[in-house]
Nanobody, 130 residues
Framework: VQLQASGGGLVQAGGSLRLSCAAS????????LGWFRQAPGKKREFVGA????????SIADSVKGRFSVSRDNAENTAYLQMNSLKPEDTAVYYC????????????????????????WGQGTQVTVSS
């Protein structure tokens, strides 16, 4: 699968953006999707993830209550809805795919670390002005 992230831009603090991660290729449903971000001079950090089939979702504590993740398997697209944006949310946001089965019954309840993701999109810049 190949991933294309989009939807980034410049927004004022308190505003909202919805990032999309469009997948091409086969078997989108067989991948769990994750969102990560990296700000200048900082390490890449986990933002959110949605499991196979959208059964489970996970959001980082730093954005909980403001961000949400979802997926539309019919559209081969995953989404990151970002509300109440803050200047510290400024970063390049990446989507990624893994075959890891976290979140399904009988499996891990938390998403895997970033090194388990096998395919990454090109990133989309989000800039939040104060």
């Amino acid at each position: 699968v190949q991933l294309q992230a989009s939807g980034g831009g410049l927004v004022q603090a308190g505003g909202s953006l919805r990032l999309s991660c469009a997948a091409s290729g086969s078997n989108f449903r067989s991948y769990a999707l994750g969102w990560f971000r990296q700000a200048p001079g900082k390490k890449r950090e986990f933002v959110g993830a949605v499991s196979l089939g959208g059964v489970s979702e996970s959001i980082a504590d730093s954005v909980k209550g403001r961000f949400s993740v979802s997926r539309d398997n019919a559209e081969n697209t995953a989404y990151l809805q970002m509300n109440s944006l803050k200047p510290e949310d400024t970063a390049v946001y990446y989507c990624a795919a893994t075959h890891n089965t976290w979140g399904l019954p009988g499996t891990a309840v938390t998403p895997p670390p970033s090194d388990v993701y096998v395919t990454w999109g090109q990133g989309t810049q989000v800039t939040v002005s104060s």
